[in-house]
């Protein structure tokens, strides 16, 4: 088998994993117990806060750990939601169509159940979201605005920095996902301007179960997982020491070897681009050229079902994903295919290849050797269906 | 190694079929179709419900296979769903697992296994297929007659059953449970599947009501000399031989002995009318891939659910159509269901009565 679907999520780097080790078994302690277990315990998540906010070129009190990419988003979205609505008594908040469902359902959620009021951002055809846009949308009563780094079906890196720009202008709250981003792009929260930030590990080959929040200093916040006084009171939970530990770690290496990640995967990426586009008819890039995360290539083919693609690449070796997605076979394009204004017929025929660290030039021959043929298989089976 | 892709429904027996599979040395890929649900049902429609699906995905990581759903909705709604409307919309009681099995599992889903790279497709019915001496493949009953399913596989072709396995048909039902339970699948007390999967546990009268309302009007309730007994409420709300229901004060009881569609009106009459000893079938496939020379003695089910009965078999118009003269007279001959010819376990071929 081949993976391709590094965007999905990463093997956990050895060195990571030798970080991670000690703090199972021989440091098992609690880091809210007074003894030396807790305190050996409180240490290495201090050292761990310490190391993330180094390079996020912020403050150790500005990281929470939470438990994913997802619970930072909700706890960034629904904890400033809720803060700012108590101070201000503002309620709309901004978040472009793009978003991954940890927004947009966080989002949905707080319209239908709290009270809030939701402005969807188009994106254009590439899917990125336009300062100008943004800065047009902002009103009296925006509360926050939140816009992902990089999108994870198509790539696409938004003008973070931009946006950051307009909304510190207007003094509003502005929210990114960084979640795909982390991998390849800076993260220095300073550079960006951005007021808080979601991050996952297991897309920095670090483990599943384990995320953090940025929270800039002063940004209103209430905790939305109650209980004990962990992570500043902001998020209740004994903390889960051996993967924070791995957190940081994985955050280290990824700083540290980001360019030359980036140096091996863009090219095989832009030659899968590149060959893709060539040999297969009806086929279409998806997101932007150029601005793009390195690693990430993803296409739409019509009249293809993409899950049928995805169980015809899997059959022969090789792991990718699609927009639609979907175990059950009850697909529907995907909300950004959606946005990016793909019809029906293009928008369930994607596929979205990402590459990594363990990726060869070898394995990128073979992919690209097959999956002509298999897009042809699949677009017969589906034209051919009443035969 | 030989691929072989399983059609699995989450059920005990396509579960045990992708056990004995995996067993016999293939490598097995197990799959599954989304099929169509009436919008709003989706939870309750017995084969492919969240549920079931979860049920086949545990299946096949307990086996350790691979598994991909398919997305057949589309294709089942436009075939399967459609001739059922369309049959009762002819008067006729219409058997839409018999358009399943030939368009959805064993077009539809064949096609996707061979692409896959599979060579055969294999599925968890209670049937039996040899290799003759003479090439080709033969299909069989089932070792356990009771749960005999070969009825709804008579459509297949020699093509597609070159390409069909049916594992469990060569073991009683007990020991199917047995082998699931003996490779700890999740689904080996489960029980049996009954009705239509898309009725979502529902009558099919209500599945009408709600899908083809305008089919249903009513008409009258004649004698086979015409006098008009009573109004019915819609041809499809009768099967032949059905009598309760009818709501005629008669000094003997009266059973409905056919449908017109044309003039919309259901024909009774007393036990003694009902019953035929003939009838004519459409669309008949010959498992053999050819249509015997001449007439032949069979033993014909009419219905899924039927005993046998011995008949002479009369092939017409190349084979196309049959001509079935009953020994004894037959109950319950109901147009839309299909008549299928057996010789001992063999079955020859079978088509859909008219």
């Known amino acids: 088998m081949i993976y391709l679907d590094y965007s999905a999520t990463t093997p956990v780097d050895s060195r990571v994993l030798d970080a991670m080790t000690p703090f199972f078994n021989a440091s098992f302690g609690n880091p809210s117990s007074v003894h030396r277990y807790g305190q050996v315990a409180e240490s290495a998540v201090d050292s761990a806060r310490e190391m993330v906010a180094s390079m996020l070129n912020c403050r150790p009190d500005e990281i929470i750990f939470t438990s994913c990419g997802s619970e930072s988003d909700n706890l960034a979205i629904r904890g400033a939601a809720y803060a700012i609505r108590e101070r201000t008594g503002a309620k709309r908040i901004l978040a472009s169509r793009a978003e991954h469902p940890a927004v947009t359902n966080t989002l949905k959620h707080l319209e239908k159940y709290e009270g809030f009021l939701i402005e969807w951002l188009d994106v254009d055809e590439r899917g990125r979201v336009s300062p100008e846009k943004v800065a047009e949308a902002i009103c009296e009563d925006t509360a926050i605005v939140s816009v992902m780094y990089a999108n994870n079906e198509i790539g696409t890196i938004n003008p973070i920095k931009e946006i950051a720009k307009v909304c510190r202008s207007k003094n509003i709250l502005f929210h990114t996902d960084a979640v795909q981003a982390a991998a390849y792009l800076p993260i220095d929260v300073q550079s960006l301007g951005v007021d808080m930030m979601s991050l996952g590990a297991h897309k920095f080959y670090g483990p599943k179960g384990v995320g953090a929040l940025f929270v800039r200093k002063g940004t209103p916040l209430i905790s939305h997982l109650t209980g004990g006084g962990q992570e500043f009171n902001l998020r209740a939970g004994t903390q889960n020491v051996p993967y924070i530990v791995g957190f940081a770690e994985a955050l280290r290496l990824t700083v540290m070897e980001r360019e030359r990640r980036a140096a091996h995967v863009k090219p095989l990426r832009d030659r899968i681009i590149g060959a893709v586009l060539e040999t297969i008819p009806d086929s279409r890039l998806t997101g932007d050229w150029e601005s793009r995360l390195p690693h990430h290539a993803s296409f739409v083919f019509k009249d293809v079902d993409g899950n049928l693609l995805l169980a015809l690449l899997d059959a022969a070796g090789f792991a990718c994903s699609s927009g639609s997605a979907c175990k059950t076979g009850n697909p529907e394009p995907s909300e950004v295919m959606n946005a990016i204004g793909l019809s029906r017929e293009w928008g369930l025929g994607s596929l979205r290849v990402t590459l990594g660290v363990q990726t060869t030039p070898a394995d990128v021959d073979s992919f690209l050797k097959v999956l002509p043929g298999l897009v042809e298989k699949a677009r017969k089976l589906k034209l051919n269906r009443h035969d | ?354």
């Open chain 2, 1 to 354: 190694m030989t691929k072989v892709v399983v059609a699995m429904s989450g059920g005990v027996d396509s579960s045990a079929a992708a056990a004995l599979i995996l067993e016999q040395g293939y490598e097995v890929v197990g799959m599954m179709l989304r099929l169509w649900s009436e919008p709003g049902k989706e939870d309750t429609n017995r084969c492919c419900t969240p549920d079931s699906m979860a049920q086949a995905r545990r299946v096949a990581a307990k086996l350790d296979i691979p598994f991909y759903v398919i997305d057949a909705k589309d294709v089942f709604r436009e075939t399967v769903v459609e001739y059922f409307l369309e049959g009762y919309a002819r008067g006729e009681t219409p058997n839409p697992c018999l358009i399943c099995n030939r368009k959805i599992r064993w077009t539809f889903l064949l096609d996707h296994a061979l692409a896959l790279g599979a060579e055969y497709m294999a599925t968890g019915h209670y049937a039996r297929r040899t290799s003759g001496e003479d090439g080709r493949v033969h299909l069989l009953r089932a070792v356990d007659r009771s749960k005999d399913q070969s009825y709804v596989l008579h459509i297949l072709t020699q093509e597609k059953l070159k390409h069909a396995l049916f594992p469990v048909g060569d073991y009683p039902k007990p020991e199917i449970r047995r082998i699931a339970e003996k490779h700890g699948l999740p689904t080996a007390s489960r029980k049996d599947s009954q009705d239509l999967c898309f009725l979502a546990g529902d009558d099919y009268r209500s599945f009408l009501q709600r899908n083809a309302a305008h089919m249903l009007q009513p008409g009258e309730i004649v004698t086979r000399d015409g006098k008009v007994l009573g109004e019915h409420n819609g041809l499809p709300n009768y099967t032949i031989g059905q009598r309760k229901g009818l709501g005629i004060a008669s000094p003997v009881p009266l059973y409905v002995l056919g449908k017109d569609a044309v003039s919309n009106r259901i024909i009774v009459g007393t036990q003694e009318e009902l019953g035929s000893s003939e009838l004519t079938a459409r669309d008949v496939n010959w498992v053999s891939g050819e249509a015997p020379a001449g007439s032949f003695r069979a033993e014909v089910k009419i219905r899924y659910t039927a005993k046998e009965a011995e008949a002479w078999v009369t092939p017409m118009d190349n084979g196309s159509r049959v001509q079935v003269r009953f020994d004894a007279p037959q109950r319950d001959v109901t147009a839309g269901q299909a008549a299928v010819f057996y010789q001992g376990d063999l079955l020859i071929g079978g088509g859909i009565i008219i």
